[in-house]
């Protein structure tokens, strides 16, 4: 069974510009959660959804925002990007929510 | 932020038993106790959760003291590719997925 896949696993942007990250879940899982990590705040949930919907959201700005699809492909979006902003970004997925996640590889955002 | 207190950094042999502690004193009764480890610039990757009965997976062993309060996760024979961050997170199950890592203890198998 295929693994967590992360679209593109490497981005640099321009502070002010705005990035969509894509992640497609293992065949079957219908939950799907985003995190930041940083070298200062390590690893923080961003936002989980389920069935096409937000179930969850982390401490983050409205700038951060996500999206599901029906087949459970997920996208999450930065608009106005801070140089802060540059991460590496998990995703996970899951059967539902509260099961076991899997982490796909990351995507690592440089913001210049 | 983090349930968990865990050691910075750890050492092993390779080939002998790693023994990570994870201190959770204010879990409550409906908390699992889950472990993922982290190698350098990859994503986390899920090695064992329990409630309160010990756990063994082809893994690792997770033992939780009779009170909760504290586990171990037991790597039996490490190899230096068990060299990670290792990640113990309290969360309650069936609920949502928001983990809340902490720091990690960052383990070294050395040869």
């Known amino acids: 069974k295929a693994g967590v896949t992360q679209t593109p696993r490497y981005l640099i942007k321009t502070r002010g510009q705005q990035v969509t990250l894509s992640c497609s879940p293992i065949s079957g899982h219908r939950s799907v959660s985003w995190y930041q990590q940083t070298p200062g705040q390590g690893l923080q949930f961003l936002f989980e959804?389920?069935?096409?919907?937000?179930?969850n959201k982390g401490n983050f700005p409205g700038r951060f925002s996500g999206r599901q699809f029906s087949n459970s492909r997920s996208e999450m979006n930065v608009s106005t990007l801070e140089l802060g902003d540059s991460a590496l970004y998990l995703c996970?997925?899951?059967?539902?929510?509260?099961?076991?996640?899997?982490f796909g590889p990351g995507t690592r955002l440089t913001v210049l | 932020d983090a349930k968990t207190t865990q050691p910075t950094s750890m050492d092993c042999a390779e080939g002998r038993a790693a023994n990570l502690p994870c201190n959770h004193s204010?879990?409550?009764?409906?908390?699992?106790v889950y472990w993922y480890r982290q190698i350098h610039s990859q994503g986390p990757q899920y090695i064992i959760h329990g409630l309160k009965n010990n756990e063994t997976n082809e893994m690792a062993s997770l033992i939780i003291t009779e009170d909760r309060k504290s586990s171990t996760l037991i790597l039996p024979h490490a190899t230096l590719r068990d060299t990670a961050v290792y990640y113990c997170?309290?969360?309650?199950?069936?609920?949502?997925?928001?983990?809340?890592f902490g720091a990690g203890t960052r383990l070294t198998v050395k040869p």
């Open positions: 959804y389920f069935s096409e919907t937000q179930r």
């Open positions: 996970a997925s899951s059967l539902a929510s509260g099961y076991e996640q899997f």
């Open positions: 997170i309290v969360r309650l199950q069936y609920n949502n997925n928001d983990m809340r």
């Open positions: 204010t879990i409550s009764g409906n908390e699992y």
